[in-house]
């Protein structure tokens, strides 16, 4: 019997991100993590390419998926989870201050009533500390706001999927500057997540790689030894100028606003209109230019 999952890495070139499936090799039985629904924001075409081919995995290595697990409203890719769970009966998940940012939301895009903000899009909500088992595994649950309010890490034996609180060590960190979302937090975090022990796997939630091919997983150690946001180990007052200072450079992501209204929604479109399609919205002039 082992405790520690095997792990798949999927990745979308177009967003940057990765996706995962997790299983218990004595079991069989998995999880997927963050799946990405294909979004094309030029013809707004949607389609299932990337979650075709993580259910096409799952179906030739026999994994029975008990869980789809967001690791918060990802704002650079629409989220796959529906259309998963259509297609394998898993329950859905994510952590419960994500009813936080589904709130946030609501209030930019200036939705009607049509949308809960109970977080009842998923068919649970993770608080700090909780723990669940998918076969022998043990999932654990650490909150890690700073990216937005609702970030959670799940931490599987020697694994945790980290979602966008770390990159890969040569590019540091993730963000802080989305509404909600907190530099000082993110410190806090990453703290929590390097505390586990060295040979801990962190898969990261994209990689965007300009001048190397795509890794997904750095250790505690890796992070330790050689993440350029940490060289010096900074404390928290020097790693939230480091941090803010580089947000202030970088333009909001492509496909946020779009991803967003899919995304509090738990990977949904929004209600059709009379003519049978769905509408996104833009906030005019809420954002500045970057």
Sequence with gaps: MTNQPKVAAFWDKPTGSWQYVFHDPDTMKGAIVDP????????????????QEILDYIRD????????????????????????????GAKTGI???VVKVQALWKDIYNLGDDLPTDGS???????????????NLEVK???????????????????????????MPDSGTSRADFPGGSSGALYDSIMQILALPADTRLYVGHDYAPDRDAE?????ADHLASNIHLA??????????????RDATLPLPKLMLAA????????????????????????????EAR
């Design 36 to 51: 990405v629904w294909n979004f094309d924001p030029l013809s707004g075409a949607t389609s299932t390419q990337d979650a």
């Design 121 to 135: 899009q998923w068919d649970h909500l993770f608080a700090d500390g909780d723990s669940f088992m998918i076969g």
């Design 141 to 167: 649950v650490m909150f890690s706001p700073g990216h937005t309010m609702a970030s959670v890490t799940y931490v599987v034996g020697d694994a945790a999927f980290v979602h966008d609180t770390l990159m």
């Design 260 to 287: 967003l209204q899919i995304n509090i929604r738990g990977g949904r479109a929004p209600q059709p209109e009379r003519n049978g399609r769905s509408y996104l919205k833009l906030p005019l002039d809420y954002f």
């Design 216 to 220: 997904c997983m750095a250790t505690v």
């Design 95 to 97: 952590g419960e201050h």
């Design 232 to 245: 010096d180990s900074p404390d928290k007052a020097a790693f939230q100028k480091r941090r803010d200072d």
């Design 61 to 88: 290595t026999g994994i029975d998926v008990e869980w789809i697990l967001d690791t918060h409203p990802h704002a650079d890719h629409f989220s796959a989870g529906v259309w998963l769970k259509d297609q394998l």
